[in-house]
Every structure is written in structure tokens, then in C-alpha cells.
């Protein structure tokens, strides 16, 4: 044995005690790359955890061992074995999945920390885990061919109606579609189909979405800093940083923002109340209209055949010499404007028809063959519950747009108190741990935003005018309900004057007509006199159209008003709240 072999193996037996205690051995000793998710070194004791491990090595130098170049490794496992502390072999040897070095091993030390990156690299999966659940991207593309298809294809036949009127209205029906329709059916048929309850339906889904959205608490956030480091020791260069930061809401702003966005989710769901309110008085105006328009067809046509007659016989006497051609000349203008008024009750039909079309939500084409039931007027029970004060004052309180502007207003208060609160700043707790070459460094820091240069008091300012300006809205809503209260109580005890004067007209007109009638019988009168009392009877019956016509527009603006109706089923207006099409 040389001196030189008995030297190296006393350095290696050296080495060796000095990675038993953890010493580390320079930089130069080991020269590799590792690629892995966990990597720990003491020393010349490599133990790599990972499912795969792709070692490059392009020189393994163990002191005096020679040196192997140009190795290159996967393997789930990198440990070297050794009962003792003697150098047996500098040779490299591959058994399965294993990568062995009989040779110089020391002692294997399980205890040693794991490599912070693996804590790091274990964070982020779970993270990427953790986005699995979250929600996807559904395309939805408008086709306005699609839509327009649908719009066109609306009916009153259709069977999906069926089902929702027997359920809104509590009717049954045997045959479909049905014979007639009144104004209760007409109006849950305006339910189903208008769209501007689709878009305040729409207009409550995202008010409630904005509940979700108040109700969330802000998500920490989580700092990951890779570092790297150039020792002047034998230390690791890795400096990796990884902090959270844990946002907390103080003063109870989560239950302010809460409350503000309960507030106008309820105003929106009101504002579907009054918006069922304004279909169906546009449903009922037309409904009104058509009839009045069809009913005045009827009489003026009666009109003109009389005055036709009237004329047809004053003609006869202008050709036998009884009369002058000038003497017929107010009788041809009355005739003429009876045909121009018939042609214009013709387009108002026509008009009517299509105003309430538009109503219900249908096309016009959809309500060629259908037969509208007789509307009559209210009872005097009715008529007079609905001029009652209760009715006015209950009206003043719990109109659909009165709550919804409450609700606003509210809204508004719960605004205020949340900027108030956003004078008390939020407190962030933001732990983090470093791995510091070698060295685990833990700290928590608490971050508070100071209230120095400012105490948000320019929200604080606006949130109060937004609240006084809610409470003006109000006011402003609530004085001009209780002015078109009053002007329709006017308008229906003028009306309702109207007519009654008119039916004392209209009976002494049948009392004349029934007087001349015996008159012609008994000789003591001729056909031209009964013609003319039978016309002005006709024109009276016209004006006595015109005022029943009006007594309903009152009546149906009066409901509309005060929002209440005795005939109307609740569950009709409690269905808007809900796409009936789903």
C-alpha cells in the first residue's frame, strides 16, 4: 500500500465523519442537475421524493473517485448505500428504479426538513384543484331570424296557453280554443306572452345576482416568490417566499352591503307588480276601444240606412214637385258625414285591433277569427269600493311603485351605513414563511390602511344626497298618485253624470219614437216624421255609446290607479313574478 492510496483513504475517511455531522462539503464536490417536484440535500446524502426523476449528470467527482461522464437517469428513488464509512468502489451501479453508488455513502438522515419548494409546488395543485369547480362559459347566440320566427308564430291557439290560463284563472276548459274571450283570459294571455315582463323578469335576476354577489367575503391571496441566491458558503442559493394575505371586513360592512342589495332586489321584484299593472290597463283600454269601435260600426250604419231611406223619399217628392232640391241639402251633408264618420270608425277598428295585439304580445293576423266576450260595467257595489277613501289611502300605501320606491329608499339607507362603515379600515393578516438558505423563517404581519389624509367623507356626502334625493322621489311618486287618484274619481263622477243624463235623454227619444210610431199608424203622421225622430234617436244612441265608453275608461283608469280590481284573481298578477313560458 502506497502512501498516496493510504492518503485518500484517510481524506474520504475524514470526509465521511464530516457529513455525518452535517457538514456540508463544497460546492465543487457535487456537480449535477436535478429536475423533480422535492429535492433535499445534506451533504453528499441526495434522497429526491417524486413519482419521476430525471437526473443529468455530467460528472459525479466523489474527492479522488473517477469521474463518469455523460450519465443520465429516470428513477423514483437516488440514495447511495453503505454499512460503513469505507470507500469501496467508485463505481456506478443502475438495479431497476434504483440509482446506487457502492462507494462513500454517509449516513442517511431522515429527519432532514423537505425543500420548501415542494410545499409550494403542493399549494399550486391544490389551487389548480380547487378551479375545477368553478363555473364554465355557455354560449348562448342571439339569431334574430330565430326570434322573429317566434314572435310571428304567437297565437292565442296555442295548447302551452291552455294550461297556464286554467291555472291563473282556476278555469277548465273542455275545448281549445276556447269559444270567446273575455278580459280576465285576454289578460293572462298578456302574461304569458308581453315582453316587457321578459325584460323586468330579467331586470329582478340580475337585482338578485347583485345579492350573491354582496354576500361574498373577499378571498386571500397567495404570494409565491421564487428566489435565488449567490453563497459565498456552501449553503443552498434557494431564497423561495410564500405569503398569504387574509383579508377581514370590519364594522359590519358585509351586512350593509348585504342589506342594500336585499333592498333593490325587492324594489325590482315590485317594479314586475307594476309593470303587470300597465299590461293589463293597456289590455283593458284596448279591450275597450275595439268594443266601442265595432258598437259605433253597428249604429252608424244604422244611421245612414235611415237617412238613406230619409232621403230615397224626399227625392220622390222633389220629382213629384213637392219640394225644391235646396230643401234636401242638409239632409245629404247629415248623410255625408255619417259615412265619413263610419269609415273613420272602420280605421279606429282596425287601429284598435291592432293596439291590442300589441297588448297581449301576439301579431295582429293572430286575432282575425277571435270573438271577444261582452265587457259590462261594474256593479254599483264595485264602483263604489273603488271611490271609498279605504281604497285611496290603501292605495297611497301599498301601491306596486309606492313599496318599490320604499325599497329604494331603503336601499339607500343601508348605502349610507355602508360608506359610514368604510371610515374603520379593513384589517389584512398576511402570514409568511421563507426558506432561507437552509434557514425556515415564519412571520405574520397585519396590514391597516390609516385614516390619515382622509375618512371617506366624499362617499359619505354623496350617500347622504343619493338618500335625500330617494326620499324626494318618493314624496314626488306619492303626491302625484294621490293627484291621478283624484283626477279619476273626477273624471268617473262626471262620466257616470254624463250618462245618467243621457239615458233620461235616450228614453224620452224612444218615448217620441214610440209616439210617432202610433202617429203614423193613426194617419195623424207621415214616414218622413218617424224617420226623422228615428234618426235623432240613432244620434242619441251614439252620444249615449260615447258616454258608456268613457264611464269604462274611468272605471278601467280608476282600478289601474289605485291597483286593485274585485274581479281580477290574485294568482293573476302573483303569476308575472315567474316566466310562465318555463
Not at 444 to 453: A, E, N, Q, S
Request: overall charge neutral.
Amino acid at each position: 500500500m502506497d502512501c498516496r492510496g493510504a492518503s485518500r483513504r484517510n481524506q474520504n475517511r475524514v470526509i465521511a465523519r464530516q457529513t455525518h455531522n452535517r457538514y456540508r462539503p463544497p460546492a465543487d464536490l457535487l456537480n449535477m442537475k436535478v429536475q423533480g417536484s422535492s429535492f433535499r440535500a445534506r451533504g453528499l446524502a441526495l434522497n429526491v421524493e417524486c413519482s419521476m426523476l430525471n437526473v443529468e449528470c455530467s460528472m459525479f467527482r466523489l474527492h479522488c473517485a473517477a469521474a463518469v461522464p455523460g450519465l443520465k437517469h429516470f428513477c423514483s428513488n437516488f440514495s447511495a448505500q453503505d454499512p460503513g464509512f469505507g470507500v469501496q468502489d467508485s463505481r456506478f451501479k443502475v438495479q431497476g428504479s434504483r440509482f446506487e453508488l457502492n462507494g462513500f455513502v454517509p449516513r442517511p438522515l431522515s429527519h432532514s426538513p423537505v425543500y420548501p419548494l415542494s410545499r409550494s409546488l403542493l399549494l399550486l395543485a391544490s389551487t389548480a384543484l380547487l378551479l375545477c369547480g368553478c363555473a364554465r362559459y355557455q354560449s348562448r347566440p342571439l339569431s334574430p331570424t330565430a326570434t322573429a320566427t317566434q314572435l310571428e308564430s304567437r297565437s292565442l291557439t296555442n295548447l302551452a296557453l291552455k294550461p297556464v290560463l286554467q291555472a291563473t284563472l282556476h278555469k277548465s276548459f273542455t275545448a281549445w280554443p276556447p269559444e270567446s274571450w273575455d278580459l280576465d283570459m285576454l289578460t293572462a294571455a298578456a302574461f304569458y306572452y308581453q315582453p316587457t315582463l321578459e325584460v323586468v323578469r330579467a331586470q329582478w335576476d340580475v337585482a338578485r345576482g347583485g345579492e350573491v354577489t354582496a354576500a361574498q367575503r373577499p378571498n386571500p391571496t397567495l404570494t409565491v416568490a421564487p428566489g435565488y441566491a449567490y453563497p459565498t458558503t456552501a449553503a443552498t442559493p434557494w431564497t423561495p417566499l410564500v405569503m398569504l394575505d387574509v383579508p377581514l371586513e370590519t364594522a359590519g360592512k358585509r351586512r350593509y352591503r348585504r342589506a342594500q342589495a336585499a333592498h333593490l332586489s325587492d324594489a325590482a321584484r315590485l317594479n314586475i307588480l307594476s309593470a303587470a299593472w300597465q299590461v293589463r290597463d293597456h289590455v283593458v283600454t284596448s279591450v275597450i276601444d275595439y268594443e266601442a269601435t265595432q258598437k259605433r260600426q253597428a249604429l252608424l250604419q244604422r244611421q245612414i240606412a235611415l237617412q238613406e231611406d230619409l232621403l230615397h223619399r224626399l227625392d220622390q217628392q222633389i220629382q213629384a214637385g213637392a219640394l225644391a232640391p235646396s230643401d234636401t241639402l242638409s239632409f245629404r251633408i247629415a248623410l255625408d258625414k255619417a259615412r265619413l264618420d263610419l269609415a273613420d270608425a272602420q280605421r279606429q277598428s282596425a287601429e284598435t285591433r291592432a293596439r291590442m295585439a300589441e297588448a297581449i304580445g301576439i301579431p295582429t293576423d293572430a286575432l282575425q277569427h277571435v270573438k271577444l266576450a261582452p265587457a259590462n260595467l261594474p256593479n254599483e257595489a264595485t264602483i263604489s269600493a273603488l271611490t271609498s277613501a279605504e281604497f285611496r289611502r290603501m292605495a297611497l300605501l301599498s301601491r306596486a311603485d309606492i313599496l318599490s320606491s320604499l325599497s329604494e329608499y331603503a336601499a339607500s339607507e343601508s348605502a349610507l351605513q355602508l360608506e359610514i362603515a368604510k371610515q374603520y379600515p379593513d384589517v389584512h393578516l398576511q402570514p409568511q414563511y421563507q426558506y432561507d438558505q437552509g434557514d425556515s423563517k415564519w412571520s405574520v404581519g397585519v396590514v391597516v390602511d390609516l385614516p390619515v389624509l382622509n375618512q371617506n367623507e366624499g362617499p359619505i356626502a354623496e350617500a347622504k344626497a343619493r338618500r335625500a334625493q330617494a326620499a324626494a322621489k318618493f314624496n314626488a311618486l306619492q303626491a302625484g298618485v294621490l293627484a291621478e287618484i283624484d283626477r279619476a274619481v273626477a273624471v268617473f263622477h262626471a262620466t257616470q253624470k254624463t250618462l245618467s243624463d243621457l239615458h233620461a235623454l235616450a228614453d224620452s227619444q224612444a218615448k217620441r219614437v214610440a209616439s210617432t210610431e202610433a202617429m203614423v199608424k193613426e194617419g195623424a203622421s207621415d214616414q218622413l216624421d218617424l224617420l226623422n225622430v228615428q234618426i235623432e234617436a240613432a244620434s242619441t244612441e251614439l252620444l249615449q255609446l260615447d258616454a258608456r265608453i268613457k264611464l269604462q275608461q274611468a272605471i278601467a283608469a280608476l282600478e289601474n290607479t289605485l291597483q286593485h280590481d274585485l274581479n281580477f284573481p290574485d294568482t293573476l298578477f302573483q303569476s308575472t313574478q315567474t316566466d310562465l313560458k318555463k
